[in-house]
Structures are given as C-alpha cells and as structure tokens.
C-alpha cells in the first residue's frame, strides 16, 4: 500500500488515521512460513516539515519451538515509530525515512520492522526442555530412560567418587 503524504506535507491534513492488513504468507524463516496477516492500526501526524507515523502491529507468529520442536503459536504486538521527511540535510540519517514524490510505501516499511523484530530463538517456553539426544523423546511430555554415558573426559573425576 503506497500512501500519499501530499496533504500532511503541505499542511490541509494534520493527521490522518491508517488501518492496513499486511499479508505475509510469502515470507519464509528457516523452511517455515510463520507468518500470515499483520493487522496495522496507527496515525500520520504532520508537524513542521516531518510527519510522524506511530502505531502498532500485530500478528500471529507460528513456528516450531528450537528446542522440542512442537508447533508453537504466539501472539506478538510491535509497536511502530517513524519519522518521515521530504529530505535529509548532509549524510544519510538512518532515524527519517525519505520519501520521493511525497509517497511512502507502506507495506514494505512494516514488512521490515517486523522481520527484524522477529525472535532470533522461538521457544514454546522459557523452560522448555528440548528432545533427549539419545532416544528422542520430547523432555516436556515424557520421562527419558536412556543411560547418560558420562563425558569421557572427566572420566578420572568419576573413578574418584566410585
């Protein structure tokens, strides 16, 4: 969705209110699509010569957790700040966005904020125990009968205790 700032920039519109439905279905991380629709809902607000975006996102993320690898579902909420000008005096200023032809490309400024918000690790708990390296059971449903063979190198360390 591309809006047009025309109005916030020359000053007829003060603020304007933006609702927007994201479909990222496309969007894949590590052989998953996590993601389907964000829903957006914020506001433009013209000030001197910026316009202020603010909001937030929201979206289900579904992935399988990192240690136990059960499908996992959690809601996140992501709020949205952005400044955007018509220009940027001397280098290049990562904290505007700088629209051409008073036009911002909504979706792919949404797009960006949430892939770099997503979760580096996705677990379904805090204390989720992972699957047993020796059976392959998942820890958090089942008990684990495998005998732990002990680290050969603190095998000395053992004798002492025997």
């Known amino acids: 969705m591309i809006l047009d700032l025309r109005e916030l920039f020359s000053g007829k519109k003060q603020q304007v209110p933006v609702s927007v439905q994201i479909d990222m279905s496309d969007f894949e991380q590590a052989g998953v699509h996590p993601l389907q629709k964000v829903q957006f809902n914020g506001m433009l607000k013209s000030t001197a010569d910026v316009v202020s975006l603010s909001g937030q996102a929201e979206y289900d993320y579904a992935a399988p957790c990192d240690r136990c690898a059960e499908m996992t579902v959690r809601h996140f909420v992501l709020p949205v700040e952005h400044v955007i000008t018509q220009s940027v005096a001397g280098e290049d200023n ?45 820890l958090n449903r089942e008990t684990c009968v495998c005998k732990k063979e002990p680290d050969p190198r603190l095998a000395k360390l053992n004798e002492f205790f025997d």
């Open 94 to 138: 990562e904290d505007y966005i700088v629209v051409e032809n008073l036009q911002l490309p909504l979706d792919d400024v949404l797009t960006t904020d949430i892939i770099l918000s997503l979760p580096f690790q996705f677990l379904c708990s805090e204390d989720c125990k992972g699957i047993c390296a020796g059976c392959g059971k998942n």
